[in-house]
């Protein structure tokens, strides 16, 4: 199978802590597109007061059937520009080609990034690459539409070449043709591997565009912050009901201030030594259990190795399916009995039994030693 190589020595940049709040989680939020100055000066003080320091704004936006809002465009460029004369925030918008990366470089964006459906599209991405030549601004390149980890990897890639290192990654979940609770699938294996192959780029996590609806928003962001991601992006909208795209999932004024109220922001690490010195402590028991629990795996390999000879001097099956839902059922009981989830008991056990099939097989297979 193809591996994906894990980019240790690339470096990004900790652009990031230039706005960071609540223990260092970047927060940005933002309507999904700039549609006026006044919802633009409305939804910026509000977020000002917050202590949100950088606001999202669509400008351009990709929208999977013609004849829908595609955005305001460069005049909404300008409205930007404008507030920040008003308001002390950052702003990012989306680019989706080089002629929206000059146009937004030339009123003064702060931040951009590429959205899932440019990501998909490697000679896209290129040629966007190709117009950041040379230029120091905070980019956030978007999961790919399809769940597919190295287009996702290549485009950050193709930017970093650049000489950009202000890089982030933004997981806005996979689109997926099966109806599920979320509007794009998280999968959230997928960023997690980003971030243990690009350990120092940032992953913020986009709940809006996963969830779909402003109701899961607090869920998949509290999810997010759970797994140590760096930042969030959530989409807010002064009128969510009135708005021109993704009105189901923004959030108001008064719903961003609750989710922020609510979520639980904790520190990746703590230098306090009496914690420290009591996770060691609990970290030496875990060693301790889990090197036991390895030599009794090797005991019941070896009585495993003892049955498979049996079996094959009697000319018996290796699979025996009434044996086999015996232990699945009684050691989900005995799980049970001391309060494990009966899933994990019985995932551990399909693969303790698909291992106890493989070596049995092997002995099957061996050639049958020729007794005295
Ligand atoms: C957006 O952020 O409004 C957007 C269009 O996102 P995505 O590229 O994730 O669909
Ligand atoms: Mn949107």
């Known amino acids: 199978m193809f591996e994906l190589q894990s980019n240790r020595n690339m470096i990004f940049d900790n652009w990031q802590s230039w706005t960071s709040n609540k223990n260092n989680t970047l927060l940005i939020a933002g309507p999904c597109s700039a549609e006026s100055p006044e919802q633009l000066?409305?939804?910026?003080?509000?977020?000002?007061?917050?202590?949100?320091?950088?606001?999202?704004?669509?400008?351009?936006?990709?929208?999977?059937?013609?004849?829908?809002?595609?955005?305001?465009?460069?005049?909404?460029?300008?409205?930007?520009?404008?507030?920040?004369?008003?308001?002390?925030?950052?702003?990012?918008?989306?680019?989706a080609s080089p002629q929206h990366v000059e146009a937004a470089l030339k009123y003064n964006i702060d931040v951009l990034w590429l959205g899932a459906r440019t990501t998909v599209n490697p000679f896209l991405v290129q040629e966007i690459a190709n117009a950041f030549q040379g230029v120091d601004i905070p980019v956030m390149i978007k999961n790919p539409i399809n769940p597919d980890l190295a287009l996702w990897q290549g485009a950050i890639e193709r930017i970093y070449n650049t000489g950009n290192k202000k890089l982030a990654a933004v997981h806005r979940g996979f689109s997926s043709y099966q109806k599920s609770k979320f509007r794009n699938t998280p999968s959230w294996q997928i960023a997690i591997?980003?971030?243990?192959?690009?350990?120092?780029?940032?992953?913020i996590c986009d709940p809006s565009h996963i969830a779909g609806n402003r109701e899961m928003i607090l869920e998949v962001s509290q999810k997010a912050l759970d797994l140590g991601y760096d930042g969030l992006m959530i989409e807010v909208h002064p009128d969510p009901a009135?708005?021109?795209?993704?009105?189901?999932?923004?959030?108001?004024?008064?719903?961003?201030?609750?989710?922020?109220?609510?979520?639980?922001?904790?520190?990746?690490?703590?230098?306090?030594?009496l914690f420290i010195s009591q996770l060691e402590q609990l970290r030496e028991n875990i060693d301790q259990i889990d090197q036991e629990?390895?030599?009794?795996?090797?005991?019941?390999?070896?009585?495993?190795?003892?049955?498979?000879?049996?079996?094959?001097?009697?000319?018996?099956?290796v699979f025996q399916l009434?044996?086999?839902?015996?232990?699945?059922?009684?050691?989900?009981e005995w799980g049970k009995g001391k309060n494990m989830n009966p899933k994990f008991i019985q995932e551990i056990y399909k693969a303790i039994h698909d291992e106890s099939i493989r070596i049995q097989t092997e002995i099957m297979g061996q050639e049958t030693e020729k007794k005295e």
């Open 193 to 203: 591997e980003l971030k243990s192959n690009f350990p120092t780029l940032p992953l």
């Open 293 to 317: 629990l390895v030599e009794i795996l090797s005991l019941r390999k070896q009585l495993i190795e003892k049955i498979g000879d049996y079996k094959k001097e009697n000319n018996v099956t």
């Open 41 to 95: 000066i409305q939804v910026g003080t509000h977020l000002n007061r917050l202590g949100i320091g950088v606001m999202r704004a669509g400008v351009w936006k990709p929208r999977t059937r013609p004849n829908s809002f595609e955005g305001k465009g460069v005049e909404a460029l300008n409205w930007l520009k404008e507030l920040k004369q008003q308001i002390p925030i950052k702003v990012a918008t989306e680019v």
């Open 322 to 332: 009434e044996r086999w839902n015996e232990i699945l059922s009684s050691r989900t």
């Open 242 to 273: 009135l708005a021109l795209s993704d009105a189901d999932q923004q959030v108001s004024l008064e719903g961003l201030t609750k989710t922020i109220d609510q979520l639980r922001f904790a520190k990746k690490h703590s230098n306090d030594a």
